[in-house]
C-alpha cells in the first residue's frame, strides 16, 4: 500500500525558512508527478508545487515563485520543499500527493495519493 507521510512543519516568525519532507513507501519507483498543496482555515486546498520524476520538471503557484523550491531524491523516495522568506500568508496545513496519469500541473483533481498533511504556522 502507497503511503506519504510529511514532516517538518513548525511555528516561525515571519522572513524565516522551514523545509518540509514527504517520505514515499509502498512502491518501488517515485510516482510520475509529485506536488506539495496547502489549505489554509476557511479556505479550499490550493496546489503549490510540482516536480516530475522523469526530467525534474517544476512548476510553481505565483504567489511562492522565488521563495519555495520543491526538489526530490528519487533513490531514497522523498520529496521537498523547501520554503524560504515565509510570510503570514503561507499559514496553512500542507500536504503532499503524488500520481501516475499523464500531465504535473496544480490540479486537485488528478491527484489521487494523499498525506495526512504537517501545519505550518508563519507568526510574529
Known amino acids: 500500500q502507497v503511503q506519504l507521510v510529511e514532516s517538518g512543519g513548525g511555528s516561525v516568525q515571519p522572513g524565516k525558512s522551514l523545509r518540509l519532507s514527504c517520505a514515499v513507501s509502498?512502491?518501488?519507483?517515485?510516482?510520475?508527478?509529485m506536488a506539495w498543496f496547502r489549505q489554509a482555515p476557511g479556505k479550499e486546498r490550493e496546489g503549490v508545487a510540482t516536480i516530475r520524476r522523469t526530467d525534474g520538471r517544476t512548476r510553481y503557484t505565483d504567489s511562492v515563485k522565488a521563495r519555495f523550491t520543491i526538489s526530490k531524491d528519487n533513490d531514497e523516495k522523498i520529496l521537498y520543499l523547501e520554503m524560504n522568506a515565509l510570510r503570514p500568508e503561507d499559514t496553512a496545513m500542507y500536504y503532499c500527493?503524488?500520481?501516475?496519469?499523464?500531465?504535473?500541473?496544480?490540479?486537485?483533481?488528478?491527484?489521487?495519493?494523499w498525506g495526512q498533511g504537517t501545519q505550518v504556522t508563519v507568526s510574529s
Open positions: 500527493a503524488a500520481h501516475n496519469s499523464i500531465g504535473c500541473v496544480l490540479d486537485l483533481a488528478d491527484y489521487k495519493l
Open positions: 509502498g512502491v518501488s519507483l517515485v510516482p510520475y508527478c
